[in-house]
């Protein structure tokens, strides 16, 4: 089969140029001693832009840690004698758009989901922040992987405040979770001692799903739910691959590697032949399938991170005992690596172009995204994950690894194409790859590489 071809970056020699901004003038802006300790910002007022509705910087108000945002915002006005301002807009990605063409810049720093804030960075419309501020710190702001989707062309342009508890774990996306309770009751061995001793494997995972299913007089307790594009991402993933790879000789779809193709192709012989009854027969996306688990209908399910920990509605707040696992790994997985993918990144946070004042707003910004004292470590951040939210500290654990490892899906821009195909058609994963292969091509020139290329002039080789 004639695969994506490789195409390889070359930067040293490359201009690169914001192609939609090339009629905005840069303003001159006052340097500002960066050492914050020094910073004086002569009383100017930051207005931050919000999309997320009736929180504090993401929390639900009235929380411990919505105070401690609001502290902090309290602590940054005094500490750099300046004033924030907080404007909520659940549009703002068309309110960006809006002021940077009009040349009236509304919001100095903007908060919203990656998956509507890649647009206004393609257009131009936002500052890159890689020599602002420091980006290397990837406890605070993020890894690579995490922010690739606003790694473009020559710089990054949004972060996320990682260091701060629980924002971005609802965008880590399709981890297991397990019910525990069933484990017991039906005298299981749990799968985290599989993850434990390294044993989680594709095969160790078919055999799972049979011994968990359960047939009783009056109903059939299915070893796992999916909504299976989520299963067959989850599953891709599991070999050590990603939907954009690079390698020396730069940037190609994961999906046309060895690696993929083995990948789909075992995800679709375990769901269609080998433990086609082992699943539960409907659709679990969204609410049904977080029923399911509760109810205590499947042993396991994959969902998004939303699901698990956002609000009263998901499964960390109504079961009684949940473990969290990976997906089990295939051959060519770097054994104990778990990715994660997602497709928009909540609480992406970015600076507007022509903002009154560039400098002054980074550092508003940095200090802002600081640690909470209760938290100054990742190391603490785990703790707390683990004796506060999961019923198991190796939970916490796992998901650290799979954040830590999350990568863009090119969702948006048309990647998910194989894996909905996958979803509903009986044909092989050759024939699917094959008739998808041009769009995919399109995929890798247009926005990969783009991509590829934030990544390299931000972080390097």
């Known amino acids: 089969m004639k695969r994506v071809s490789k195409i390889a970056v070359f930067f040293l020699s490359v201009l690169f140029i914001l192609s939609a901004c090339q009629t905005f003038e840069p303003e001159i802006v006052p340097e500002y001693n960066t050492d914050v ?33 609001l502290n902090r915002e309290k602590e940054v006005e005094e500490t750099l004698n300046c004033t924030i301002e907080v404007e909520y807009n659940g549009d703002i990605n068309t309110a960006i758009n809006t002021a940077v063409m009009s040349g009236q810049p509304r919001y100095d720093i903007a908060i919203g989901g990656s998956y509507g804030l890649v647009d206004p960075m393609r257009a131009g419309f936002l500052s890159g922040i890689s020599s602002l501020i ?45 019910n525990e309770d069933l484990i017991t009751k039906y005298g299981h061995t749990d799968p985290r001692e599989y993850v434990e001793n390294g044993t989680w494997t594709w095969d160790k995972f ?28 989850s599953m891709f993933l599991s070999n050590g691959v990603t939907m954009s790879m690079y390698d020396e000789n730069g940037v190609s779809c994961g999906l046309y590697s060895e690696r993929g193709i083995e990948a789909l192709e075992r995800a679709a012989k375990i769901l269609r032949e080998t433990c086609k009854d082992c699943f539960y027969p409907a659709d679990a996306h969204g609410g049904p399938g977080v029923d399911w688990f509760v109810n205590g209908d499947i042993f396991m399910l994959t969902l998004r991170g939303y699901e698990l920990l956002k609000d009263e509605n998901c499964v960390m707040y109504r079961a009684n005992n949940v473990g969290y696992i990976p997906y089990p790994q295939g051959p060519n997985a770097t054994k104990n690596y778990y990715y994660s ?47 506060q939210i999961f019923f198991d500290e190796r939970d916490a654990g796992i998901m650290f690894n799979m954040i ?41 020139e247009n926005y990969m590489i783009p991509h590829y290329e934030g990544r390299i002039a931000v972080y390097g080789e």
């Open 37 to 69: 300790s020094a910073a004086d910002l002569d009383g100017l007022n930051f207005v931050w832009g919000h999309a997320y509705t009736g929180t504090v910087y993401g929390y639900i108000d009235g929380t411990a840690h919505s105070d401690m945002a």
């Open 134 to 178: 420091d980006v290397h710190n990837t406890d605070k702001w993020g890894t690579p992987g995490m922010l690739q989707s606003m790694l473009w062309k020559d710089d990054l342009y949004g972060v996320v405040p990682y260091a701060w508890p629980e924002l971005v774990y609802n965008s880590t996306d399709y981890p297991i979770v397990v």
């Open 206 to 233: 078919e055999e799972v799903l049979h011994a968990y299913t359960t047939q009783e007089a009056d109903r059939t307790i299915y070893a796992m739910a999916i909504h299976p594009p989520y299963y067959f991402i």
């Open 341 to 387: 993918d997602h497709s928009s990144l909540e609480y992406t946070t970015v600076i507007p172009l022509n903002v009154k004042e560039l400098e002054a707003t980074a550092i508003v910004l940095s200090e802002m995204y600081e640690p909470f004292d209760a938290y100054k470590t990742k190391a603490e951040l785990q703790d707390y994950m683990g004796k």
């Open 404 to 444: 830590s490892h999350a990568e863009y899906g090119f969702f948006k821009e048309g990647g998910r194409s194989v894996i909905d195909t996958l979803k509903d058609s009986t044909e092989s994963v050759q024939v699917i790859l094959e008739s998808l292969e041009s769009k995919y091509q399109d995929i890798l």
